[in-house]
């Protein structure tokens, strides 16, 4: 039997001829060829850095703050993006700081982990830094505890209390190191996200983040992939980092990721730099078809570590399938690390025994009002209200963890392969599988769940 071309990754390795050519309408879902305004990414960042967006020159905000002593903070993603960025951009700045006579040790790297659970230094080195950067500067790596040493610097007009770590506060200028994204709640990632919930105390997450929450709806309308515009969430993130430019020089380098390559570079004030990657994250995260698919494959590659993380995934999966509850989702995600967020385990658990329009509910009333939120309470309703959509059972999910526990805890059919080879043997199984009900169906295959896919219309 012969295959379409369809290669998805689980973990980092490349499973591939899955679908067979019998069935005629398959489609891998990528957005049209982008091209960046730059050939030369060294050239581009000192064209930026030199032209910035919004404020002075970086070597001019540089040299107005910093004396021997005071420390240069740069913040940077946790273990759970891919830092690609990080590691190219840190170096090429780092270098142009010691050039202008910023001593080394006045240097700082904070991960801006928010209410993650901090990365082990062996984490910082292979999914942060990587090896070549960490030897270098693993001593002037900072880790953020949400849970002490953070400072209540304001409020929001919104209510939320501005707690930040006092390491950030002690700095003399801030440089944020961002890769701007789509955010399934949030509508975009970067930029203000490395303050709240980057830096932030569990206090202001906690406040900030059941903005989201809508009883029927599982999320109110404004706060979706790709909207900023409206959605409560973001603008209380932008409003606490709009408060810490008063009291902190900022000077954001952000960029955009496509198929782990750089092709959007920006800097300079960090709230400038989050309006302007919203044009091009358009282009490059929007997909527009005409027709929901019946079944979609998809995977979260390498940030698959945990299904908290997985999650993204079947959301991305979610906006391209059929709303009727005979649609398929396939994702694959290796899991290796586990559920990976104690409180969507708790809270999955205690409703499993629900409907799931009840356990909807009854998630949002017990665990994510702003006094009992926790990071990870907002899975449980982010994969509720799919399952409005999508039955239970019809999430496919490869992975390392145990088919039980999905089935019985997170409604979703587990398959663990006995090695990454025999992934490609259980999805030709759940083709065949689907084949028997949906003889001609339409397949969508994404490889990346950081993209919103636009059905009009959709099936309900």
Request: charged share 30%; glycine share 6%; net charge neutral.
């Amino acid at each position: 039997m012969s295959y379409h071309s369809t290669p998805l990754k689980y973990g980092n390795q490349t499973i591939d001829d899955f679908i067979p050519k019998k069935i005629r309408d398959v489609t891998v879902l990528r957005v049209d060829e982008f091209t960046p305004d730059f050939t030369d990414l060294k050239k581009k960042l000192k064209q930026v850095l030199d032209s910035p967006l919004g404020t002075k020159p970086f070597n001019e905000v540089v040299k107005s703050v910093y004396s021997k002593g005071k420390r240069i903070l740069f913040m940077v993603d946790d273990k759970t993006r891919p830092n690609l960025h990080t590691k190219i951009l840190l170096p090429l700045i780092t270098d142009r700081l010691l050039k202008i006579g910023v001593r080394k040790e006045d240097i700082g790297i904070i991960i801006s982990s928010g209410s993650h659970t901090p990365a082990s230094p062996k984490e910082v080195e292979d999914r942060i830094l990587g090896p070549a950067l960490y030897k270098v500067w693993k001593d002037n790596v900072l880790a953020h505890d949400c849970d002490s040493g953070n400072e209540h610097v304001g409020e929001t007009s919104k209510g939320t209390p501005i707690l930040i770590d006092k390491k950030v506060l002690d700095s003399s200028l801030l440089i944020p190191l961002s890769d701007s994204e789509y955010h399934y709640f949030a509508g975009q990632a970067g930029t203000v996200k490395l303050f709240c919930p980057g830096v932030a105390g569990r206090e202001t997450i906690r406040i900030n983040h059941p903005r989201m929450f809508d009883l029927e709806k599982g999320f109110v309308d404004c706060c979706r992939l790709g909207n900023c515009e409206g959605n409560p969430v973001i603008e209380d993130m932008i409003e606490i980092t709009t408060t810490m430019m008063k009291r902190i020089p900022i000077f954001c380098v952000d960029v955009i990721v496509n198929h782990d390559e750089i092709v959007y570079l920006q800097a300079g004030d960090i709230i400038e730099c989050h309006k302007a990657a919203a044009a091009p994250l358009r282009q490059l995260r929007v997909i527009d078809v005409d027709k929901p698919g019946d079944i979609v494959f998809v995977s979260v590659g390498e940030l698959g570590v945990n299904l908290y993380q997985a999650g993204k995934g079947v959301h991305a999966a979610w906006n391209a399938v059929r709303h009727d509850r005979k649609g398929w989702i396939v994702l694959l995600a290796r899991c290796e690390d586990g559920i990976g967020s104690a409180p969507y385990a708790e809270a999955m658990e205690s409703a499993k025994d629900l409907e799931v329009r009840d356990a909807l509910r009854f998630v949002i009333e017990k665990y994510c009002s702003q006094k009992t939120f926790k990071i990870g309470n907002q899975k449980p309703v982010d994969l509720f209200r799919i399952l409005l959509d999508v039955a239970e059972g019809n999430i496919k999910v490869v992975s390392e963890l145990d088919p039980t526990e999905l089935r019985d805890v997170y409604r979703m059919q587990g398959c663990k392969p006995d090695s990454p080879a025999d992934v490609q043997r259980i999805l030709r199984e759940f083709i065949n599988e689907f084949l028997k009900e949906h003889p001609k169906p339409r397949v969508y295959v994404l490889d990346d769940p950081g993209l919103l896919i636009n059905v009009k219309p959709q099936v309900h």
